[in-house]
């Protein structure tokens, strides 16, 4: 079974541009959830979607991160614009309804110069 | 709020050493407890979780974690570290409903001399 996919898996883009992240999670997982690390930083909660639904974006910095779970299966994170202070490690996870254990991918490092 | 700290940004072990990271957690009910390794370049990967019952908890790669409510702590142990252990280690608490929107420890880097 595939796990939780993430792409790409490292970006580069110049401040004041759009990136979109990907997160492919687990098949059947309702759950979907986005954290980042910034540089330094403790990993932090972004948002998390129940299917299609977004159950808690608490975490969202601002509204220069818009978040999407079409048909509830793969998820994006946009980021417009980017600031230099975007950059981190931006994780997606993902677990069944229910079930509490949360599988991590493997990151997407954002760099913004 | 929910807290989580991990007093020891940085350790270092000599291989075949014992090992204990220490985690505290701040949580206004009884949480549930995890244990993540990230290794350079990979993905975080679960080691252990507790829920309830026994409060050792047993994980993968050998390592282990006690549960003691009275001192809000949730440590990891291994008894002998191996080279391939060097990682970073993060502890996490999560809510006991639906979804898992973890709370995580600053991390603890693990390097492993030989």
């Known amino acids: 079974e595939a796990g939780v996919t993430q792409f790409p898996s490292h970006s580069v883009i110049e401040k004041g541009q759009t990136v979109t992240l990907r997160c492919d999670p687990i098949s059947g997982h309702d759950n979907l959830y986005w954290y980042r690390r910034v540089m330094g930083k403790e990993i932090k909660f972004l948002l998390h979607?129940?299917?299609?639904?977004?159950?808690?974006e608490s975490g969202m910095p601002n509204n220069r991160f818009l978040a999407e779970r079409t048909g509830g299966t793969y998820s994006t994170l946009k980021v417009q614009p980017a600031e230099l202070e975007d950059s981190g490690v931006y994780f997606c996870?993902?677990?069944?309804?229910?079930?509490?254990?949360?599988?991590f991918g493997q990151g997407t490092r954002l760099t913004v110069v | 709020a929910q807290s989580v700290t991990q007093p020891d940004i940085h350790i270092t072990v000599s291989e075949g050493a014992s090992l204990e990271l220490r985690c505290n957690y701040s949580y206004g009910a009884t949480p549930y407890l995890f244990w993540y390794v990230q290794s350079p370049g990979q993905g975080l990967q679960l080691l252990l979780k507790y829920f309830s019952g026994d409060t050792l908890v047993q994980g993968i790669k050998g390592f282990e974690a006690e549960f003691k409510r009275s001192q809000s702590s949730f440590n990891l142990r291994k008894p002998s570290v191996h080279w391939s252990d060097a990682a970073e280690y993060f502890c996490?608490?999560?809510?006991?409903?639906?979804?898992?929107?973890?709370?995580f420890g600053p991390g603890t880097r693990l390097s492993v001399l030989p």
């Open positions: 996870a993902s677990s069944q309804f229910g079930n509490t254990e949360a599988f």
């Open positions: 996490a608490v999560g809510a006991r409903t639906n979804g898992q929107n973890f709370v």
């Open positions: 979607f129940v299917k299609e639904s977004k159950q808690d």
